[in-house]
């Protein structure tokens, strides 16, 4: 299948600095010419962000719990074609594992996978001698990890460097490189801004990269690390293709290619780079569409996607974009098909923090002080472009946000021990919780199938135009920017709603007489839940305790700048109530 050169950065624990420094191994190895692929273990769309930044590809992710085991190796594959090197970035410590299941889902799993080396990456600021002791009982641990070498962070001085040698040398442990204290500095975005740095290639973003590039090129011996990834071996088996996954797909319906948008940046989608090529592969035209500054959707839209990487923090952005507001409502009113994941269920919302939002789904937003992360195993409620009625699926869920009512009177989705949560609403699929779709492909077929425009009556002797849908480089989905569509007028806070004396229903509308107007700033209830709830009150069912004050009254949410791999990222509330890396 491949023999890409490669290795997977861990550490024994959140906090060493693995994201820094598999950052700058991607920069410094680009800098010298070489062709670089980045991968995250798990669903942080951040760090991957970040990799893909610095690797001048996009940077994907390898969760064992969204796409399954069994897809790892092909995804790599399919990801790191063509590459002369390739880094992949652990999560959490090398054995963690959120579910218990280490020997899957951890990044040594993956490592085991893939049969890559480990570089360990361990913060020594406060060890000396007894760095080789929690060495080796990382490699004792596991008989089967191949762990290739260490690099020391935040080393005291040269001193302390050669007693770490030295032990080290004791148990015939490489070290690749030794990092001083100030070698790493913060210098990358807050993670409060998650991927829109990358995605709209802000200054501060690329200098980041390029000063954590630097460092590492001066720190690490990377001929002699380079090595070590060149003697991984060649994996078997297939890449992972998207246009193999509707190999046994049935026929789409007859008519045009149908334009989905896409929500992401000049330079990176708000979700996974696979949703794109699945839905290009599956006979889609793929747009894109930036929320946060462009004010119509693309000309001819049918559908809309908005992945779950989109910032809750951006929601003023959000909010003050009236005119896409209103291009959404008008949309998702239509009938066309709107998929919202994570804050793309917010931003359909009647309101988000006090913010007016699009008004689609009658439901309110505030934020919490408490994340709300973890995996959720869950049934769908409804028959929709996501998931026929009763299919199961893994998603995973990051929020700070929380929506009041929790569910519409269609839900989205249930899992155990948990009330229905998300919208369904005509052809709206709103959730907060977030899917991989190379675990889900039949996703993208359902999608473009829903979003297929019946076919126009034929001129007179005119022949059909035929054609296949080719999927996109495996270097990443390209969204094509077509020009929008005639802006739509819009005051800010006014409801938007169909034609006077139009009702539509699914896609057909179907005349019947003019409704009484809505007064100005007020928002129809189009997707309500079963009950209006109290002034204030906030629906928490199975989510974690949280401080329910207004915004205004509560302490501002953490904004800690990233310097180190999982720097600004908050443990999972105690208890277990939720899951995941925050």
């Known amino acids: 299948m491949t023999a890409v050169p490669r290795v997977v950065v861990s550490a024994p624990s959140s906090g060493h600095g693995k994201t820094a420094v598999a950052v700058g191994l991607l920069a410094a190895c680009a800098a010298r010419g070489l062709t670089a692929a980045g991968f995250k273990v798990g669903p942080d769309y951040t760090d991957a962000g970040y990799l893909g930044l610095a690797a001048g590809r996009v940077g994907r992710n390898l969760d064992p719990r969204l796409v399954g085991p069994q897809r790892i190796a092909p995804l790599f594959a399919h990801g790191s074609a063509g590459a002369d090197i390739a880094v992949v ?11 218990g299941r280490a020997e899957s889902d951890s990044t ?14 361990v913060d020594v600021a406060a060890m000396g ?35 770490l040698r030295d032990a080290l040398e004791d148990i015939g442990v490489p070290v690749f490189g030794a990092l001083r204290r100030r070698d790493l500095p913060a210098v990358l975005p807050a993670r409060q801004h998650g991927v829109v740095p990358v995605a709209h290639r802000t200054v501060e973003a690329l200098r980041a990269v390029r000063r954590l590039g630097e460092a590492i090129a001066g720190a690490v011996d990377l001929d002699r690390l380079l ?13 992972w293709s998207a246009a193999a996954a509707f190999a046994d797909a049935p026929p789409l319906p007859a008519g045009r290619r149908p334009v989905i948008a896409v929500a992401g940046g000049p330079a990176l989608s708000y979700g996974y780079a696979e949703t794109a090529e699945l839905l290009a592969a599956a006979g889609a ?4 569409v930036d929320p946060l500054v462009d004010e119509a959707l693309p000309a001819g839209t049918d559908a809309l996607v908005i992945g779950g990487a989109l910032p809750e923090t951006y929601a003023e952005e959000l909010s003050a974009n009236r ?20 804050t793309g269920l917010l931003w359909l919302a009647r309101e988000f923090d006090g913010r007016p939002m699009c008004g689609v789904l009658d439901a309110t937003g505030v934020s919490m002080d408490q994340i709300v992360v973890g995996y959720r195993e869950a049934t769908a409620r409804a028959s929709t472009a996501v998931a026929p009625l009763g299919a199961r699926l893994v998603g995973y869920k990051h929020h700070r946000g929380v929506v009041n009512p929790r569910a519409g009177q269609a839900p989205a989705w249930t899992w155990a021990a948990g009330a229905p949560e998300g919208f369904v609403w005509r052809r709206v699929h709103a959730s907060q919780l977030t899917l991989h779709w190379a675990g889900n492909p039949e996703i993208a077929h359902r999608l473009v199938a829903a979003s297929t425009p019946p076919p126009a009556a034929p001129a007179p002797g005119a022949v059909p135009a035929q054609g296949g849908a080719p999927a996109p480089a495996n270097g990443g989905p390209v969204l094509t920017k077509t020009g929008p569509s005639a802006p739509v007028p819009a005051q800010a806070g006014a409801p938007v709603s169909a034609p006077a004396g139009v009702s539509v229903s699914g896609a057909a509308p179907v005349v019947q007489p003019a409704p009484a107007p809505v007064p100005a700033g007020a928002v129809p ?11 204030g009150a906030v629906d928490l069912t199975d989510e974690p305790t949280a401080d329910v004050r207004p915004p205004a009254t509560r ?14 990222k908050a443990a999972p509330p105690a208890g277990g109530g939720a899951e995941g890396e925050a």
């Open 555 to 568: 302490p501002a949410a953490p904004t800690t700048p990233v310097g180190t791999p999982d720097a600004g």
């Open 525 to 535: 209830p189009v997707a309500s839940g079963s009950a209006a709830p109290a002034p």
């Open 285 to 288: 035209t793929v747009v894109a």
């Open 323 to 342: 005119r896409l507001c209103a291009a959404v409502a008008e949309l998702a009113r239509a009938g066309r098909p709107v998929l919202a994941e994570g």
């Open 129 to 163: 001698q007894s760095v080789a002791a929690l060495v080796h009982g990382f490699r004792a641990y596991d008989e089967l990890l191949w762990l290739g070498g260490v690099i020391l962070n935040r080393v005291a001085s040269d001193r302390h460097e050669q007693l």
């Open 227 to 239: 090595a070590v990834a060149r003697s991984a071996p060649r994996l078997s088996g297939e890449a």
């Open 108 to 121: 040594a799993g993956v490592a085991s996978v893939l049969r890559a080396p480990v570089v360990l990456v």
């Open 89 to 99: 970035e652990g999560t959490m410590g090398l054995f963690d594992s959120l579910a």
